[in-house]
């Protein structure tokens, strides 16, 4: 913690002070007032409604013992809709008991059909352990709820596949395990009547789209079988949720989302941490150290870390017996808030640090499990995780949560805020912004977290590099037939042809076959290739795992690399067998890899003439190389050296939504044309920064290029892309919504209170040039081109 005065102790630490007290207090802390807005979300009387006349009455009597009276008007809705066979997508809002909405018809059809069988699908282990835990604790005779994930041991695996009558599993396992041993798993899927999809709004992007032909390859088997199971989804409010659920489960879904639970009031801040003083402004540590991402950046920070405001807001409110949960982004950045909160508990109480902790995904399932229930029982009185816990966990009695910057969607915004106040009391949320540009817009426009719709879930299953090997794993389980088509959507003909044409499969007159003896490697997350092991080169220890993508820039020979706050640094990258090796050491630079890219563009879908400006939507191919890395001095910023590398060219043919201006219009606008280029790249960093308070993505979802003169378009032009192959459906809205995309750029650049660019507008994290040039007023002119010319 950088503020020298510690946290204020309460007398008792598990009763503190009301929202608005406790919020004032923490106002109170500092000098200046970080608070920017306070927003109050009044509490919400429920509408009940009589249990529905098909549950059988041990089922009643299970949900009341375990305190549920009766459903809640829209859980007696989707339940029977879902009861009576239809596919039914449930979007209301957190601790809104969307599980009950679901268990409902899936518990009493297991009861009235001692042969039928449930599979629920959820994106983390942890929820899966949560429901686990909720439909163990009813004690209904012979459902044998089991959760079939990695962590499952291999004894109790094949007892599950011939005995458990409600499988928990997640995608990934769907994909890699059940769906190649369907055969081992006939019997289930022969009597599956269910599919429950909980926290569907995940399912976004190239993941999303990978999981909607997983969930059509488990319909293919099901069909093969003779069984047609009823999709029940539950899902955060999103927009146009049925719309989004039936593109992933390629059936029409109705959509139920009017919440009739009741709520606690929640007290909910938007925190700017301070700025720095002048002479306290200096080049940010490494990313990597601060945990702020797996990346390292070369900005000058110009205010206090998101991550140390958010660990000093943990110290104060644990102090004060608030139970709370910080959200942080990474994994690293938990570790960093967990440990610098502790330090100061234990500076003010020795001992009170032990009451926080941190949590994130790579812990051991005890680990996991032991945290929740320390937390539950109030043992715990903080804890620091990634979004492991924005999901259905349920984790009642919390009285504050802290959202370390923002979380990339408002459905992702309100879950997390959403964690406390579930026992129905009033409850404090705070978002603390990071030094971004997208933070500081938010923080400054509050009427775009408050007062606009969720976003609607972007996901492309006729995606060709999803499509295409999705349908190799469909032709492993089984031929593929004519039949197959229509169920895989468009697009599914042409891949097969591809396949054939490629020696994958071999078309004869009952199908398509699989040629090969091996499965096909398929990555549904869409991390740029397999993990990259990171080995510790004296002992031989494996530290962790780098997705592929991310390699070339954190584990290049002479890297640094952290990993549980100690310092490695990377002697040898082998790609071809996917290992790094790392020895100890702690020097006193850090490392910045530089990288140069090329876009060509391949086609264009649809373009808006307007005049002097051009608004253009198509297909890129992008070509890029991580060419040398500097080396800097930790506590001054100097640069050492620049040293060359030699690795490989990575080539990326995705989608790009980009815009060209004429060179006179720049003139008139008063840009010169040496300036050119540092106003287009600096807009292109902001409108990057700013996407994603359009599109459900994160900024390292997309990339970005911009030049004086580009040879395809022979104009000067700001290119944004997706950043997975055959695209992920972002650049698609960004077009959709360009002028109010533009126009937040063009607010978030002009309201800035810097003078020549900082990381809250222009500069980037991600810039492979160093974030030179840069020119932030002639970035604010490019943009007022664009917007008085472009149609609203």
Known sequence: ??????????????????????????????????????????????????????????????FARRGVVAPWQHQAEAATLAYDGGHVIVATGTASGKSLAYQLPALATLLADPRATVLYLAPTKALAADQLRAVAGLELEGVRPACYDGDTPRAEREWIRRHSRFVLTNPDMLHHGILPGHAQWSGFLRRLAYVVIDECHTYRGVFGSHVAHVLRRLRRQCARFGATPVFVLASATSGD??????????????????????????????????????????????????????????????RRSALRETADLLADTVAEGVRTLAFVRSRKGAEVVAANARRA????????????????????????????????????????STNALELGVDLVGLDAVLICGYPGTRASLWQQAGRAGRSGQEALAVLVARDDPLDTYLVHHPEAIFGAPVEATVLDPANPYVLAPQLACAAVEAPLTPADLALFGDGAKEAIDQLVEAG??????????????????????????????????????????????????????????????????????????????VHVEEPDWSTH?????????????????????????GEVDVTSQVVSYQRRRI??????????????????????????????????????????????????????????????????????????????????????YDGHPGGAGFSERAYGT?????????????????????????????????????????????????????PA
């Not at 007290?21 to 979300?41: C, F, K, Q, S």
């Not at 002992?539 to 780098?546: D, E, I, P, Q, S």
């Not at 978030?748 to 040039?773: D, F, H, L, R, W």
Request: glycine share 10%; proline share 9%.
């Open 1 to 62: 913690m950088e503020s020298s005065a510690a946290p204020t102790v309460s007398a008792g630490h598990d009763v503190g002070p009301a929202p608005v007290d406790l919020l004032r207090r923490l106002r109170a802390r500092g000098a200046g007032d970080p608070v920017t807005h306070v927003e109050r979300v009044p509490a919400r009387v429920g509408v009940p409604a009589p249990w529905p006349a098909w549950a059988p009455p041990e089922l009643r009597a299970a």
């Open 241 to 302: 949720p049925a719309t989004a659920a039936g593109r992933l489960t390629g059936l029409p879904v109705t959509a139920v989302t009017e919440d009739a639970s009741p709520r606690g009031g929640v007290t909910f801040a938007l925190w700017e941490p301070p700025l720095l003083a002048p002479d306290s402004a200096t080049p940010a540590v490494p990313a990597q150290a601060a945990g702020d991402h797996d990346a390292t950046t070369d900005l000058v920070q110009v």
């Open 345 to 384: 508990l234990d500076d003010a109480v020795p001992g009170l640090g032990d009451r926080v902790a941190a949590y994130r995904g790579g812990y051991l399932r005890e680990e996991r499990r032991e945290l929740e229930r320390a937390l539950l029982h109030g043992d715990l009185l903080g804890l620091a």
């Open 504 to 581: 994958a499969l071999r078309q004869r007159p009952t199908g398509w076959y699989w040629r090969h003896r091996e499965r096909p490697e398929v990555d549904l997350r869409g991390e740029g290739g397999a993990p990259v092991c990171v080995v510790e080169s004296a002992t031989g220890r494996l530290l962790g795992t780098v997705d592929g993508g991310s390699s070339h820039f954190l584990l290049h020979p002479g890297a640094v690399y952290l990993h549980q706050g100690i310092s490695y640094v990377v002697d040898d990258l082998d790609l071809a067998d996917g290992c790094a090796l």
């Open 593 to 617: 890899a530089r990288d140069v890219t090329d876009l060509s563009v391949v086609s264009v879908r649809s373009y808006v003439d307007a005049g002097p400006v051009g608004m253009f939507l």
């Open 635 to 720: 506590a001054t910023g100097e640069v050492i050296d620049t040293r060359p590398l030699d690795l490989p060219t990575r080539e990326l043919r995705t989608v790009a939504v980009w815009f060209t201006l004429s060179p006179r219009s720049l003139a008139s606008a008063g840009v010169q044309q040496a300036d050119v280029p540092g106003a287009l790249h600096a807009a292109e960093h902001a409108a990057i920064g700013l996407l994603p308070l359009m599109a459900t993505c994160d900024r390292w979802d997309i990339g970005g290029l911009s030049t004086a003169l580009h040879p395809d378009t022979e104009a000067p032009t700001v290119f944004v």
């Open 738 to 790: 360009a002028s109010a995309w533009l126009r937040a750029t063009r607010d978030a650049i002009a309201e800035c209170g810097c003078e020549t660019g900082c990381p809250s507008c222009v500069q980037s994290p991600k810039c492979g040039n160093g974030n030179n040039p840069l020119s932030k007023p002639d970035a604010i002119r490019v943009l007022d081109v664009v917007l008085e010319n472009l």
